[in-house]
């Protein structure tokens, strides 16, 4: 009985010191998420954000262009803007 007694002190030790590695480790793992998530915040989305703002005026242009008369000044007829537009759009993805 006596080593019974012995060992329960001990597992409860470890399980204290257990719990307690846990909780350094899920604050380190906080600690890095937010390093990383703030490194993505500064390195990626300003550039996503200047390239989606590209996007959204170059169609704006293109929209405001076939308006004003772009495709009687070329002579396109019929799918011939949709067809042309459409191939300078897919490049970009390239």
Same mark, same amino acid.
């Given at each position: 009985?006596?080593?019974?007694?012995?060992?329960? %002190?001990? +597992?409860?030790?470890?399980? +204290? +010191?257990?719990? !307690?590695?846990?909780? /350094?480790?899920?604050?380190?793992?906080?600690?890095?998420?937010?390093?990383? !998530?703030?490194?993505? $915040?500064?390195?990626? &989305? %300003? %550039? &996503?954000? &200047?390239?989606?703002?590209?996007?959204?005026?170059?169609?704006?242009?293109?929209?405001?262009?076939?308006?004003?008369?772009?495709?009687?000044?070329?002579? &396109?007829?019929?799918?011939?803007?949709?067809?042309?537009?459409? $191939?300078? /759009?897919?490049?970009?993805? /390239?």
């Amino acid at each position: 009985m006596a080593s019974s007694q012995q060992k329960y %002190p001990e +597992e409860l030790q470890s399980s +204290e +010191e257990l719990q !307690l590695q846990r909780s /350094l480790q899920a604050e380190e793992h906080k600690k890095l998420r937010r390093k990383v !998530l703030w490194k993505l $915040d500064v390195h990626i &989305l %300003p %550039p &996503l954000a &200047l390239l989606w703002l590209a996007n959204f005026i170059d169609r704006t242009n293109v929209g405001n262009a076939r308006i004003a008369g772009l495709e009687t000044d070329t002579h &396109l007829v019929g799918n011939q803007f949709n067809i042309a537009l459409a $191939d300078i /759009l897919s490049s970009r993805c /390239l």
